[in-house]
């Protein structure tokens, strides 16, 4: 897995590429955590690299919107597809976030 | 058929799940099963570390798997007290939903065609049919 960020009109982005499995989730938990520690309040994760996700991938992401939203924060996703999609939607995690189609789409939305 | 053993360690999870998925590979040809596969012996193996053998690395995790001509099927074995495979709470209703444990399971009994748990083997046996 690969985490390349960016700051993009005052969003916080990050893009994700490979699988995020048990084996790593805690490599982009630890980023996320310390850009919650920055004070980050907007940050979007464009998830279009990558292709497999496990449930520790939503546990990281369920624990970080809760930190986001401690501090008045929001954690958005993009450009979420195939069986990534799946996984959020079968688990009905998809609710709990702003899911956009594309970064693009995110970017002008948010 | 092959048989493996692992170390109840999750720095194992993808050592492990390579194998399952070049033993699989030459008779999946859907690129979704063989993540159906992989993503539920994955869970799997992580509540059988977890969950069945507590992290106790006396302990191993047995896998077998069986390939028949149109599925396969997985044995992970945990060598620990079991787990209640079929009372998991719903990780989906609502006072669940934000809790960031309980959707292994979930997502095995979603994504295989079998999932089922023995108390006396400790084994989860699941079983994926391939699409043509």
């Given amino acids: 897995m690969k985490i390349r960020q960016s700051d993009i009109n005052g969003i916080k982005v990050l893009d994700v590429e490979g699988d995020v499995n048990m084996d790593n989730s805690q490599e982009l938990r630890a980023v996320l955590k310390q850009l919650v520690k920055d004070g980050v309040k907007k940050l979007l994760v464009d998830l279009s690299g990558s292709n497999y996700i496990d449930s520790s991938c939503l546990a990281t992401f369920i624990e970080m919107r809760k930190k986001m939203n401690e501090i008045d924060g929001n954690i958005y996703i993009s450009s979420v597809s195939g069986k990534v999609k799946g996984i959020f939607e079968v688990s009905k995690v998809d609710t709990l976030f702003k899911i956009f189609s594309s970064k693009k789409e995110a970017l002008e939305q948010i | ?132």
């Fill in chain 2, 1 to 132: 058929m092959s048989k493996y053993v692992f170390p109840s360690d999750l720095n194992y999870v993808n050592h492990a799940s390579q194998k399952i998925v070049d033993e699989i590979s030459p008779q999946a040809i859907d690129s979704g099963d063989i993540i159906d596969i992989k993503l539920c012996f994955e869970e799997a193996f992580i509540n059988a570390v977890k969950h069945g053998n507590c992290f106790n690395r006396e302990l191993k995790v047995n896998v077998e798997v069986v390939l028949y001509e149109n599925s396969v099927g997985i044995f992970i074995c945990d060598e620990g007290d079991g787990f209640d495979f079929e009372n998991c709470p719903d990780p989906t209703k609502e006072e669940n939903l934000e809790k960031t444990n309980g959707r292994g399971v979930f997502l095995i009994k979603k994504f295989m065609d079998e999932a089922k748990y023995d108390n006396n083997t400790k084994c989860l046996f699941i079983r994926k049919y391939f699409k043509k």
